[in-house]
């Protein structure tokens, strides 16, 4: 059973905007962070954006500035506003979710492709 699923990917021109949402399940409880990583080919699997149960959010260097993470009330969701984006952010990007003590578990999403034209 699928339990952390991504949508918002798509083309857009540099410039625009996109964003993503990473939907837990209920299932997933005591969820200490959540996030996307992102891979570009040929390239490893770097943090873009994180976000803790307390709210607190972290961001890739590359990014700062340009993209915001959040999260609902509930904290079984989280989003990703990506602006001003630039042919450098194309990548596939996977949500992450994290359990807290004494779970542990660690979640991945199915991967979402963004793609940004010059």
């Given at each position: 059973q699928v339990q952390l699923v991504e949508s918002g990917g798509g083309l857009v021109e540099a410039g625009g905007s996109l964003r993503l949402s990473c939907a837990a399940s209920r299932s997933i409880f005591s969820i200490a962070s959540m996030g996307w990583y992102r891979q570009a080919p040929g390239k490893q699997r770097d943090l873009v954006a994180g976000i803790t149960a307390g709210g607190a959010t972290?961001?890739?260097?590359?990014?700062?500035?340009?993209?915001?993470?959040s999260r609902d009330d509930a904290k079984n969701t989280v989003y990703l506003q990506m602006n001003s984006l630039k042919p450098e952010d194309t990548?596939?990007?996977?949500?992450?979710?994290?359990?807290?003590?004494?779970?542990?578990?660690?979640?991945?999403?199915?991967?979402?492709?963004?793609?940004?034209?010059?």
């Amino acid at each position: 059973q699928v339990q952390l699923v991504e949508s918002g990917g798509g083309l857009v021109e540099a410039g625009g905007s996109l964003r993503l949402s990473c939907a837990a399940s209920r299932s997933i409880f005591s969820i200490a962070s959540m996030g996307w990583y992102r891979q570009a080919p040929g390239k490893q699997r770097d943090l873009v954006a994180g976000i803790t149960a307390g709210g607190a959010t972290n961001y890739a260097d590359s990014v700062k500035g340009r993209f915001t993470i959040s999260r609902d009330d509930a904290k079984n969701t989280v989003y990703l506003q990506m602006n001003s984006l630039k042919p450098e952010d194309t990548a596939v990007y996977y949500c992450y979710a994290r359990r807290s003590w004494p779970y542990g578990d660690n979640y991945w999403g199915q991967g979402t492709q963004v793609t940004v034209s010059s």
